[in-house]
């Protein structure tokens, strides 16, 4: 049933137009949702890619799927809905809602109705600027993890579990992106050893701390050399190919990630790229072009595996509640580092981080404030 209150939203009106206010009617949470006020939110290049490149949206669109907040419904049958929290009014909140819930479930409102499996109650040393850099890449990880590599994930996790591919070099292209930081240290805590990154130098010694064994500066030159090279000196007896089974690229760009990492996996590699490619990158002077085709937008080797991730698809009902929560409360994960984007208004903060998106971003999340204090 849908009240009669209405709430501010912040929504794009054409491509790489200004994003614009509108007003929205305040849906009253059904069975299993939550009404939460929405405090911050996490800028993410999708949000670009949405904003300037259309990518799978129509306009006007409300964006985001990241959220921190405060619960103030709860729909009726919540108590009893899968999974093991519950919640109150006056919880603190965070959460990733992938886009099929619909407008109602969108970041870039005052409040949002969300299905309460999305979210889990932000632990009591994390503050809510923290929080807000989880959800959407931690959620990808998993995603990444268990439906692209097919590498197991179980909780809670046994104690002294070894993965089978524990000693098995893992490539992580593109290390000191958001998703990169939480691959590492998913990977890590579940006992992976060998995780070999690509990313700047200035990040080395921060992706070493989160779990890298080894880090090479994506821009050097000799970058594809000196990645087979680290891992068959050390391997000697490896005669078998590939040398790389399993290679995550976090860019996904057709040029800068892309076209040097298609020359590394042989026959048998799996290869998970973040989708969408970039073709060409949105910046101030540029529009964007994308493609969802991972097989077509490189020379791969005969035999070698790509896949193309979509967390949007992905839905593991105790991820966010329970698996999130616990994970950054024992410090399994630690957030990103991250810089909050200022403004007067939603609407100012919403444009100053689409631009900020647009200017580039290394090594830290944005995240800003939705509603008004
Ligand atoms: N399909 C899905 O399910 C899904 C889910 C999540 C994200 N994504 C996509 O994944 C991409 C990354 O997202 P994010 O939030 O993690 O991004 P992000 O944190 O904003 O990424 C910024 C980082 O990218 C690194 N980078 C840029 N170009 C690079 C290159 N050629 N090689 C290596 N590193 C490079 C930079 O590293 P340095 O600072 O070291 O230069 C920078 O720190 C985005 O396109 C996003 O839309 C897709």
């Known amino acids: 049933?849908?009240?009669?209150?209405?709430?501010?939203?912040?929504?794009?009106?054409?491509?790489?137009?200004?994003?614009?206010?509108?007003?929205?009617?305040?849906?009253?949470?059904?069975?299993?949702?939550?009404?939460?006020?929405?405090?911050?939110?996490?800028?993410?290049?999708?949000?670009?890619?949405?904003?300037?490149?259309?990518l799978l949206i129509q306009h006007p669109a409300i964006l985001g799927s990241t959220m921190v907040g405060v619960v103030v419904q709860v729909g009726p049958e919540d108590k009893s809905s899968q999974g093991n929290v519950s919640f109150e009014v006056g919880d603190r909140v965070f959460g990733f809602c992938p886009p099929l819930f619909g407008e109602k479930a969108r970041a870039f409102q005052e409040y949002a109705t969300v299905p309460s499996w999305c979210f889990?109650?932000?632990?009591?040393?994390?503050?809510?600027?923290?929080?807000?850099?989880?959800?959407?890449?931690?959620?990808?990880?998993?995603?990444?993890?268990?439906?692209?590599?097919?590498?197991?994930?179980?909780?809670?996790?046994?104690?002294?579990?070894?993965?089978?591919?524990?000693?098995?070099p893992i490539l992580i292209w593109g290390a000191a992106s958001s998703v990169g930081q939480y691959a590492l240290q998913i990977l890590k805590f579940y006992g992976y050893k060998r995780l070999i990154v690509t990313a700047s130098a200035q990040h080395h010694a921060h992706l070493q701390e989160l779990g890298a064994s080894a880090c090479f500066d994506y821009r050097s030159?000799?970058?594809?050399?000196?990645?087979?090279?680290?891992?068959?000196?050390?391997?000697?007896?490896?005669?078998?190919?590939?040398?790389?089974?399993?290679?995550?690229?976090?860019?996904?760009?057709?040029?800068?990630?892309?076209?040097p990492l298609s020359r590394i996996p042989q026959s048998g590699s799996i290869v998970a790229v973040m989708l969408p490619v970039i073709l060409k990158r949105a910046t101030e002077d540029q529009a964007p072009e994308y493609s969802m085709d991972v097989e077509a937008s490189a020379k791969w080797a005969d035999g070698v595996v790509t896949r193309g991730v979509r967390t949007h698809f992905f839905a593991e009902n105790y991820l966010q509640r329970e698996v999130m929560p616990t994970m950054?409360?024992?410090?399994?994960?630690?957030?990103?580092?991250?810089?909050?984007?200022?403004?007067?208004?939603?609407?100012?903060?919403?444009?100053?981080?689409?631009?900020?998106?647009?200017?580039?971003?290394?090594?830290?999340k944005l995240i800003w404030r939705v509603s008004d204090e």
Request: hydrophobic letters at 40%.
């Open 221 to 259: 030159p000799s970058v594809v050399q000196d990645l087979l090279k680290h891992v068959t000196a050390a391997d000697k007896n490896k005669e078998a190919a590939p040398v790389y089974p399993l290679i995550i690229d976090c860019i996904g760009s057709q040029a800068g990630s892309l076209s």
């Open 328 to 364: 950054l409360a024992q410090r399994n994960v630690v957030p990103n580092r991250f810089r909050v984007v200022e403004g007067a208004t939603m609407l100012e903060r919403a444009n100053n981080a689409i631009r900020e998106l647009r200017r580039g971003v290394s090594g830290e």
């Open 120 to 168: 889990g109650k932000v632990p009591r040393d994390t503050s809510a600027q923290e929080a807000a850099t989880l959800p959407e890449n931690f959620v990808t990880v998993f995603n990444t993890l268990s439906k692209d590599l097919n590498l197991d994930t179980p909780w809670p996790k046994p104690e002294n579990y070894r993965p089978t591919h524990a000693d098995t």
């Open 1 to 54: 049933m849908t009240s009669t209150r209405t709430h501010k939203a912040v929504v794009t009106v054409a491509a790489r137009a200004p994003l614009e206010l509108a007003t929205y009617p305040t849906v009253d949470p059904g069975a299993g949702e939550l009404l939460i006020r929405v405090e911050w939110t996490a800028a993410t290049p999708l949000h670009l890619h949405q904003a300037d490149g259309g």
